[in-house]
């Protein structure tokens, strides 16, 4: 097993930058299923990301974390169309924590701004991302593949140097 | 939402107004997660997705053709994911043309114009539709209620008398029970690939007369394909004016085509919409509507349009297809036809292009331009004011075609483009297959350079 290859900062700073996110995890009989995330922290190393869902929501999806640990984020910058995708072999589900929480308000608000430039009403975006208390849980996994999915001719090219 | 979910009701998720996300599974189970330009409705079990670039999706679902799909409402934001299985990719035809407009649309909302470009629409059989929980917002005010307002336009449309009552009572319905405020009607000129306007509400001028190729625009890609085109942004890709010329002029078509009349429209229109009028196979007329707001015209809409469409092309063709009898003989009493004092119109024929300019203004060419120098030459020769469409059939300079010639189609045409024009020269109906010529001032004809 190779030791995990922290994440560039600069990668590191663009996923936790409050982007559009959904991630994808397979059945494990050929289908993949996805949800929308609503938030994203990366560990201190940059070794590790972490996303959140509603578990409401995101049941096909937990259930294939937990089946094979398989997991694919793509992370997508609205305004300017800068996209990456991480997956990740060893994901599982954890508890989300208190700050997890907290970060969904800001979440929702730096969201929304950026799709303003698009005329997405604010409330629109809220109810896009909103998650009950309770609801939200965290799908950890140490990413080991990047891709760039910008539109564009050099989509789905593996990133090199860890550049978004 | 009540009733059993299908596609037809989750049609709002398919117009590409909000990025869907589509998820494929790798031969080694692993997942890969990518953003969808475009989603588009096909019919109640399949839907498309718009191939641009080879990418890790593609590669997956040539291998395994099984993947999920999941979309949100533009409106409600209520989430769906859909089990989906690959089918086929289609790289021409009306469907690929009715997405390559659409994305033209969403390109230039998102800026990404020049980047945006499809290579194929890839049909998918929905197998499974999933709701995702969570909140949702109120459904918006969709516009009048669509139903209601196609019954009363097929029950106006089948008291219309003649062809210009249909073309008017059309163009009114749109107007009053649809809410639209931007509309042409134009006619199919087989022969020639091309439509010309023959009537338009909501602006400045009326642009009778003024051509568009098939195959140019929201309009002529309509009239090509035989299907709608819908546009829910600007798409400059398909707007008039500048496409036009540069089509006309690099396919050779600059000299033929009705360049003179500017076409009506608005400048940047934000959502587009333009449905063939047909009957049976044949295309008759294409009915264009415009608006300045952006998803103006959705899928319900654009059915209820094709259905007016139906309608109209079936009564349409009738009307011009001539008939024995066609003529009630009733007519109006022969008005004595007062020339107000005053110079004389100068009328010039050019025999080339059939082209008619009065007092040095250009008129109109081509067929209707025929028919108007025929009328006047009558006139001069003979004082008659009262003509029939018969005769105008049998006339061997108008060289009409026997069968399903437009005949009424470019009167009224000629009509409209007089009113638009000229004080002084009419031509007004007078029974099923009469008319008249009504002159204001004497006309002196003159044949000009070729003619």
């Known amino acids: 097993m190779h030791s995990p290859v922290p994440l560039e900062p600069a990668l590191a700073a663009f996923i936790t930058s409050r982007l559009s996110i959904q991630v994808a995890a397979s059945d494990g009989h050929g289908l993949a299923s996805l949800v929308r995330a609503v938030g994203c922290r990366v560990s201190a190393d940059r070794c590790r990301v972490t996303v959140l869902v509603s578990r409401s929501q995101a049941a096909p999806v937990l259930a294939g974390v937990a089946a094979n640990g398989m997991l694919a984020a793509v992370f997508n910058e609205p305004e300017s169309h800068r996209t990456v995708q991480l997956k990740g072999r060893d994901a599982c589900v954890e508890v989300a924590t208190a700050e997890d929480e907290a970060a969904l308000v800001p979440y929702a608000a730096d969201f929304s701004g950026r799709l303003a430039v698009f005329r997405v009403p604010e409330a629109y975006v809220r109810t896009l991302v909103s998650c009950a208390p309770g609801d939200l849980v965290a799908i950890s996994f140490t990413p080991s593949e990047a891709y760039g999915q910008t539109p564009g001719p050099r989509a789905g090219m593996r990133l090199e140097g860890g550049q978004p | ?451």
């Open chain 2, 1 to 451: 939402m009540s009733g059993p979910l299908t596609l037809d009701v989750l049609r709002p998720c398919l117009e590409g107004i909000v990025p869907a996300g589509i998820a494929t599974c790798g031969a080694d189970g692993m997942p890969n997660v990518t953003y969808v330009s475009q989603l588009m409705y096909v019919d109640q079990e399949h839907l498309a997705l718009s191939f641009q670039f080879f990418n890790k999706t593609r590669e997956n679902i040539l291998a395994n053709p099984v993947a999920t799909v999941l979309t949100m409402d533009p409106d409600t934001a209520a989430r769906y994911r859909l089990t989906v299985r690959y089918l086929r990719t289609e790289t021409a035809g009306p469907l690929f043309e009715r997405m390559k407009a659409k994305l033209a649309g969403i390109a230039s909302h998102t800026g990404m114009a020049g980047v945006f470009h499809l290579l194929g629409a890839d049909i998918y059989r929905v197998q499974a539709v999933e709701p995702v929980p969570g909140r949702e917002l109120p459904a918006a005010w969709n516009g009048p209620a669509l139903l209601p307002a196609l019954r009363r336009s097929i029950d106006v449309l089948g008291r219309a008398e003649g062809l210009d009552g249909l073309i008017d009572v059309f163009c009114s319905s749109l107007e009053r029970q649809f809410g639209i405020q931007h509309q042409m009607l134009l006619m199919a000129d087989a022969a020639r690939q091309r439509l010309f306007i023959v009537a338009s509400r909501g602006y400045p001028s009326s642009g009778a007369g003024a051509e568009i190729p098939y195959g140019v625009g929201v309009i002529g890609v309509a009239a090509r394909e035989r299907v709608p085109i819908r546009i829910m942004f600007p798409a400059s890709e398909y707007a008039y004016g500048r496409v036009l010329r540069e089509q006309a002029t690099s396919g050779g078509l600059a000299e033929q085509l009705e360049t003179a009349i500017p076409l009506p429209g608005l400048a940047e229109p934000a959502s587009q919409l333009a449905v063939p009028v047909l009957a049976g196979n044949h295309l008759v007329a294409v009915a264009y509507v415009e608006s300045q707001h952006e998803c103006h015209f959705g899928y319900d809409l654009e059915d209820a349009l094709v259905a007016l469409c139906a309608s109209l092309g079936l009564a349409m063709h009738l009307l011009q297809c001539p008939m024995d009898g066609e003529e009630d003989g009733a007519g109006g009493p022969p008005e004595a036809v007062v020339e107000r004092p005053g110079a004389a119109l100068r009328v010039r024929h050019f025999s080339r292009d059939d082209s008619v300019f009065v007092d040095d203004d250009y008129l109109i060419k081509g067929v209707a331009g025929a028919i108007l120098w025929k009328l006047l030459q009558d006139h001069a020769q003979d004082g008659r004011c009262e003509f029939s469409t018969r005769e105008l059939r049998l006339a061997p300079a108008l060289r009409l075609p026997e069968v399903c010639d437009n005949l009424d189609a470019r009167l009224i045409l000629l009509q409209r483009r007089l009113l638009d024009r000229s004080d002084s020269l009419r031509i007004e109906k007078t029974g099923r297959g009469r008319f008249r010529l009504a002159l204001g001032r004497p006309v002196l004809l003159l044949a000009g350079e070729g003619g």
